[in-house]
Each structure stands twice: as structure tokens, then as C-alpha cells.
């Protein structure tokens, strides 16, 4: 009888704790749940300013799906690393505050920049916790919310898979004199950690000779090497975007893209709660959302690899677990920039 | 002699106006490049600095990259006269069959924003894929290109085609102020044709000539786009690359002002030198009595004139326009978009899906509106001020007002950050800042458009008005203006159409609201999206070809270049 009472009481507490929890937090989409409270601060501030990393379409589509469901307006300002760079650090000087969140690649940006400076505050979201470690800031400041990997995005009706280059080192083979393209580090900054990583790995003989291939050189981010290989202009893309060769390769387009064996450059993309911002509260709300499963589950839609374990994968596209990654942690800014002026000596620029 | 001092400029009013003209003037430009040379001194923590020099003058690859920007802008400069003279004569003075045709295209290549080009002209002569270098191998079979655009002179070319429409529009617009008498002259006395054109004409527009080449080696000096594409891929890096490359981690703001800031030294020369080459009353070409331009007939010279006129508008605009079309158009590039290749598919996108497109479209249009017409009210009363000497130091007000023509502009956008968004003026996430950063950066086309007509209108005309009482206002407003029309309206055109595809300022000053049609189109170049950068850069060429067209009914015959 007094087994029963004890069971009673702890299955009214549980009861009674479930409730509260049910009570403080509101569902927003299936799968998706903030704090109630939270959220109606959030809405209370109306809007959220989000300078996005996205293309301006996947930017959009998320903007307005947050929208719909958070009565949140979303403010996103398309911009690639240097604009933001530029723009936060005039915003700042000048004593602005227009942003709540920012989006970019560039690990050392975020390392040595925003945190020594104090433009981030400190923010964990639900999702967040679920990430492996390399993908977080340990203190909390910036997390990964969506990453690019990099393999040999090549064009197929040139080059046959088994032909194809299989590791990087395949490509100082002569048979590839003029057939590569990549980008610039100066010009790139996820390329910039591609360059710091294989110098590590293969010491800048590996550029050196590189070079002897008369590698094309392209200005921008790496996705500059897209049009290049599928116009047929070069063959063999070092540090293409998976995501764009397979989304093209779906479409027809004679392309595809190889993992090199000695493992694959992931340029992660973080996003950051932005200190003073105007909105505060909704940059919260729209931050829990860009690390949630469901989020993700759309971005990863369009074959871009993300951190959530929880997000779907097309059919079509190797999942984050199953590739050997290569990263570059951010606290490697003084490598990252000795391998710019290096690359340059080598390169120009 | 200074016959206007005292006199034209005399009364109160136009006294006012000159002095207030001036103030916006240094206003508009000392200020955002007071804090350019500001941050070119400054040590990131507020401290005063020579670092930023040093830095700049003791890396080699910065000393390559100046001599690779002099090497461009010269050839760019002297190839800008060489095509745009005999082009503007043809079209303004002969009877060479399509003019008006030749001209539209002319100025259509202005219109077209030059990643634009420099995309096209990959398709078109990449080395290995280029269409025309695939047509070659397979009619020749040749191993090798005919023609690399990936190479200093591809670089070049390239830039040429879209700087020498500057160089066209100043000088179109002096050939239209000759007076006929001149040549008439010259005819009666037994010239032929070509010796008249040699002997009288050419000389005549001399200074427009001379100015189509500052303008056109200042525009070179500081482009971005050309360089861009096709540079570092060719691995020839100039002034404008390697500045970019600052604002990337780590970003160096204060080695790329220090940098850009040599380039206005640069101008003060060239200005100088232009001045001095000129001197000023002999140019003066329209007077009281001009009668009009006679059409000169070319013969059957008028055919290769026109072949000519044909192949320069065609790579500059018409290429560009029909390759822009098929690589939007076609499922596989390479083959002609029909039948089972058409695809309207990234027309629908960039239409429908592109939120930035719509919006961008609108606030460009008005932007390019507002900064056109207040440009040329204020650069055609600066013009005048300095032509005529109305006040004292009037000398600087040129080069002042040419200045912002030589900061590449992404280095400018952000002195005018810096300027705008601290008190006592705060812009920043409005309109009004890039309505205030365009007419600053396209003040000087304005300017010198108006100058360059001032010069050749003689100032008896304006001493006869204030003989008769009239006021320094009446005078410029009575009888300057309407002799000059044709060097304002040339300007506004310019201003209008640079507003409209100006980037590198817009991109560090728009917000969400606040999205032009350029910050569009590079935004799909960025993300490696050449299609739909296609399709949006081929309905950009329709709005304005609408645009044109509309100058031509509300206009009339003054139109830019047209023979009145």
C-alpha cells in the first residue's frame, strides 16, 4: 500500500514536472521547441537582423520559414567573409549596432578577431550540445552550422572516375599540366585553410611542384570553380564544393567529385550571437533554430554537410560520419597566415 | 586675362551660389577622404603610424602590381582614344550608313557591368573551352588557342572594351560644339576631306580627346572587375587585386589606404599635365555665330568605317549580350539554345526567386535618377566656376572634384563609412547613403563632361549677356547652359548609367532594405551561379535598353553623340 503511494507520488511529480516543461517551452515546428518565455521576448523585439552565408535563395527560404512560424521578421543581408569582416569592424569604430547574428567560414576570423575583441557573447543552443567537438567553440562564443567539404569536383566527359585524380599528390602528375583550377588563399578563406593543411601534411614542395602544372587560379570563394570545370574550361577542381557538384551533376551536368584518400577539407561555416545587437532575445530564437535537426535537415537537402547527428541526408550524398575530415581548428591563424604569403611567393598575388 | 572675375561673377546671388557650390564640393569629397588619409596614418588602436606606408612601399609584389596598373591603364588610355575618335567622328560627322545603330550598341557597352564582359569573354576565349578557340581547333585542327583572354593582353582588351565609352561619350559630345566654319574654311581653300578632318577637326576636339584619355586611364587605373576575372587567373595582379586582398583576413584597411592614396597624386599630375597641354583660349569653338555641322561625305571610305564601328560595338556590347543570352538559355552550353536546349528555367529564377533582384532593380533606378541630376546641376556650376576662374583658387576645385574618380572603390566606400555614420551625419542603413556615395564617386564624370563643353564656348557670349545687365546667374542660367546642353546631358547619362552598375561602394553600404541590382548580380557571381548571373545581367541590358530608348523620345536629337 505504501509502494503504491510512494509510485503515486513520483508519478504525480513526474506528471507535474512534464507539465511545467510542456508550459515552458512552444513548439514551433515539428521537431523544434523554444522557451516560451524566450520567445515572447523575442517577438516582443518583432525582428532579428541575420547577415546570412547561405545563397541568397536558401538565405530567403529560411527567412521566410522562420517567419511563418516565430512571427519574427527576419532582416538577412547576403555577404561573403571580407564584406562582413569590413563591415563589423566600421560598425564597431563607428559605435553601430545593426546585427544580432553573423554567419561565415574563416576559423581564425572568429578566433582572433571576435573573441579577443568582445563583438560575441557567449551562447549555447539546444542543438549545439549535441555537435562533436570540433565543430564548437569550447567556450561557448560560435558554433558550425552548416560546412562545406572540399574534394576533386572534375568533368566527366574529360575525365573518367577511374582516371580521375584519387589524392592530392595524384595531381603532380605532368598528365595534369593545365588542367586544374583553384582558388586564390588571399581570395579565399576556406581555400586558405585547404593550403595551411596540405602545407602541414606534404610540406610546400607539394605547391611547388603544383605549380609546374599550371594550375588556373580563380578569384573568389571556391565556388568560382564550378562554372570552370562544367564549361569545361579545366578539368580538375582542387577544393571544390561537393554540394555544387553533385547539385549540378543531379541536373545533368557532366560533372562529379572525388574524395582525395588522404582525407577531406571541411570548411566549417559558424554562426554567432552578436554582442549588443538589437534584438537580442529573437537573435536567441533564430540562433536555436539554425542549430536545430530540422533546420539543418533543409540545408543538408541541398547536399551541404552540417554538424546536427540528428539532420537528414539526401540518399545521394556521403554523410559528415563517413568521411575522413580535415579541419583546421582557428586557433591556427598565425599558420593560416604565413600560408597565404607563402602560397603567394609561390602563386603571385 | 581674366575677364569674368568681378564681372559674370560679380553680384551677390551668383556669388553664393559659386561660394555654395564649392563648400558641397569640399564637403562632399575632403570628408570621407579626410578619413581615407586619416586611417592611412592610424595603427588600428587610434595611434599615429608611418607603418602603413612602409608596409606598402617594401613589398615587392605591390611595386609589380603598380607597374602592371600603369601597363594596363596606358595601353587602356591611348587604345580608348584610338577606337573611340573615329568612332564618335563617324558617327557625328559623316554619313556612314547605321549610325544611329553603332551608337545605341556604344553605349549599350556602357551600360554593361564588366564582370559581365569579363564572363562572357571567358566563354568566348577561355583557352580551352572558349567557344571561338573551339571553333578554331576544330576548322584549323590546331592544338594550340587562337586567342588566351587569360593574359596580360586579353586583361587589356577586355578592360578597353569597357573603358573606350568614355573616351566615345566626351569626345561625341565636343564634335557636336564645332562650329562648321572652321572646316568650311579649310574645304574652300582646296582641303580634302581628310586633311580638313587631320588639319581642323582633330585638333578642334583635342582637349576632349586628351580628356576621353584621362578618363579613360583613370577608370582603367581603378577597375576592379576586368582585373578580377581575368588578371589572376592570367596571374597578373595590379593595384586594385591586391588591395581586395586586404580587406580579407587579416584585413589591413590601413595598408590599402595608404595604397590608394598615391593614385591622387597620379591625378593631380595628369590633370596638371592636361592643363598645360591645353593652355586656354584657344580652344574656344562655339561662338555667337556658329551655324551648323556639315555632314561629311565619306565616299565609299563609309564601309570600312563602318565594318570598323561594327566589330568594336560587337565585341563590346553585342557578344557579350548574345553569349550573356545562350549560356542563360541553354541546358548544355556549347550548343545553341533551341528545342531541347532552351531552358527559361534560370530566367524564371532570377526573375521570381530573387527577392534582391526586385527590390535591388527599384532602388537602383532611383538612386541612379537622383545621383544623375544632382550630379550635374553641381558639377555643371563647378565646371563653370573653375572654366571661368569665377573665384579665387578656382584652379582647385577641378582637381578636388576629379578626386574621387582615382580611389578604387572599395577603399572609398569605406572613407564614406567612416563619414557617414558618425555625427553630424548619420546615413548609414539608408538610401541616403549611397545616394550621397554615388554622386561623390560620379561627381567628376559630371564634372568633367560639363567642363569640356565649358571650354569651348567662348566667354564673349556670357560678357555680352552681363553687358546687357543680365546677372551671373541669368548669364549661366540664359546662355551657358543651353550652349553646354549637350556636354550636361552627356554627363547625366554617364552618371546615371555608372549608378546604376556601381558595386564596390554599394556592397559595404546596403542593407536589406537598401539592395541595389548590382550587389544582385555580383552576389550570383560570388556563389559561382554564371547562369543566373547571366539571365539577370541579360534583363538588366533590357531595362536598359528601355532606359535608352526613353532618352531618345523625352530627348529628342540632343541625345548623347547625336549630330543635332
Known sequence: MFKVKMLGAVAATLLWTGAAVAQATVELEPGFSVDKELLAKAQKEGKVSYWCSLTEPECAQAAKRFEEFSKIKVEFVRLSTGGILTRITKERSANIHSVDIISHGDPPVWETIYKPKKWLVQYVAEGVKTYAKEYKDPEGFYAAHWMIANGFGYNTSQVSAADAPKKYTDLLDPRWKGKIAMPHPKHSGGFNEAVTILSKMFGWEFFQKLNANQPLVTIGSQFNLKPIIVNGERQVALHGADALFLTEAKQGKPVGIIYPEEGTVINQIFAGLVADGPSPNAGKVLMEWLHSASYQTTVAASYWLVPHPDAKYPADRVPLKDLKILTLPGTEAQSATEAREKFSDIFGG | ?564
Open chain 2, 1 to 564: 586675362m581674366t575677364p569674368l572675375t568681378g564681372r559674370a561673377g560679380g553680384d551677390f546671388a551668383a556669388q553664393a551660389s559659386w561660394w555654395l557650390a564649392v563648400v558641397l564640393l569640399a564637403l562632399l569629397i575632403a570628408w570621407p577622404i579626410g578619413w581615407l588619409v586619416l586611417m592611412s596614418f592610424e595603427d588600428g588602436q587610434g595611434g599615429f603610424t608611418l607603418a602603413n606606408y612602409i608596409r606598402a612601399a617594401s613589398a615587392q609584389r605591390y611595386w609589380d602590381a603598380a607597374v602592371n596598373s600603369l601597363i594596363l591603364s596606358t595601353s587602356v588610355g591611348v587604345l580608348s582614344v584610338l577606337v573611340a575618335t573615329p568612332l564618335a567622328w563617324a558617327i557625328a560627322r559623316t554619313n556612314m550608313p547605321g549610325r544611329r545603330f553603332i551608337q545605341v550598341m556604344a553605349l549599350a557597352s556602357l551600360i554593361t557591368p564588366g564582370f559581365l564582359t569579363a564572363v562572357a569573354w571567358i566563354l568566348l576565349a577561355g583557352p580551352n573551352a572558349g567557344l571561338l578557340n573551339q571553333l578554331f581547333r576544330s576548322v584549323t585542327g590546331l592544338e594550340g588557342p587562337l586567342f588566351n583572354i587569360l593574359s596580360m593582353q586579353g586583361m587589356i582588351f577586355v578592360t578597353l572594351l569597357e573603358c573606350f565609352p568614355f573616351a566615345f561619350i566626351i569626345i561625341s559630345s565636343a564634335l557636336q560644339n564645332i562650329s562648321a566654319e572652321l572646316e568650311d574654311a579649310a574645304n574652300i581653300s582646296g582641303a580634302s576631306t581628310a586633311r580638313t578632318m587631320w588639319v581642323i577637326t582633330l585638333p578642334l576636339v583635342r582637349p576632349a580627346i586628351l580628356a576621353g584619355f584621362v578618363l579613360a586611364f583613370l577608370e582603367a587605373l581603378v577597375l576592379f572587375s576586368s582585373p578580377a576575372i581575368i588578371g589572376v587567373p592570367a596571374r597578373t595582379y595590379v593595384l586594385t587585386t591586391q588591395i581586395w586582398a586586404l580587406f580579407q583576413f587579416p584585413p589591413q584597411l590601413g595598408v590599402a589606404s595608404a595604397l590608394s592614396l598615391p593614385l591622387l597624386l597620379v591625378t593631380m599630375a595628369l590633370l596638371f599635365v592636361q592643363r598645360r597641354l591645353l593652355g586656354r583660349r584657344g580652344y574656344v569653338t562655339v561662338t555667337g555665330k556658329a551655324s551648323a555641322a556639315r555632314v561629311i561625305d565619306l565616299g565609299w571610305g563609309r564601309w570600312p568605317m563602318f565594318v570598323f564601328c561594327l566589330l568594336v560595338v560587337i565585341a563590346s556590347a553585342g557578344l557579350t549580350y548574345v553569349v550573356l543570352f545562350s549560356y542563360a538559355a541553354s541546358k548544355v552550353w556549347g550548343q545553341l539554345p533551341i528545342g531541347a536546349n532552351f531552358t527559361f528555367e534560370n530566367f524564371r529564377l532570377v526573375l521570381f526567386d530573387l527577392d534582391s533582384a526586385q527590390k535591388g532593380l527599384k532602388n537602383s533606378l532611383i538612386l541612379a535618377l537622383g545621383a544623375a541630376t544632382v550630379a550635374v546641376v553641381l558639377g555643371g556650376i563647378l565646371a563653370y566656376v573653375s572654366e571661368r576662374r569665377l573665384l579665387r583658387g578656382a584652379w582647385a576645385v577641378g582637381f578636388l572634384a576629379m578626386a574621387p574618380m582615382v580611389i578604387p572603390g572599395i577603399v572609398f566606400a569605406v572613407g564614406l563609412f567612416s563619414a557617414y555614420t558618425r555625427p553630424p551625419l548619420i546615413l548609414y542603413g539608408t538610401l541616403w547613403i549611397l545616394f550621397v556615395a554615388y554622386l561623390t564617386k560620379f561627381l567628376p564624370l559630371a564634372y568633367m563632361n560639363s567642363a569640356t563643353a565649358i571650354k569651348s564656348v567662348s566667354p564673349d557670349l556670357e560678357e555680352a549677356a552681363r553687358i546687357s545687365g543680365a546677372g551671373g546667374l541669368t548669364t549661366f542660367g540664359r546662355i551657358t547652359v543651353p550652349l553646354v546642353k549637350q556636354g550636361l546631358l552627356s554627363g547625366w547619362f554617364l552618371v546615371f548609367i555608372y549608378s546604376l552598375r556601381e558595386l564596390s561602394s554599394s556592397i559595404l553600404l546596403f542593407t536589406n532594405n537598401t539592395v541595389v541590382a548590382s550587389v544582385a548580380v555580383y552576389d550570383l557571381y560570388e556563389t559561382g551561379a554564371w547562369p543566373q548571373l547571366s539571365a539577370l545581367g541579360f534583363i538588366l541590358l533590357l531595362i536598359n535598353t528601355v532606359v535608352v530608348a526613353v532618352g531618345y523620345v523625352v530627348l529628342g536629337k540632343s541625345f548623347v553623340g547625336e549630330r543635332p
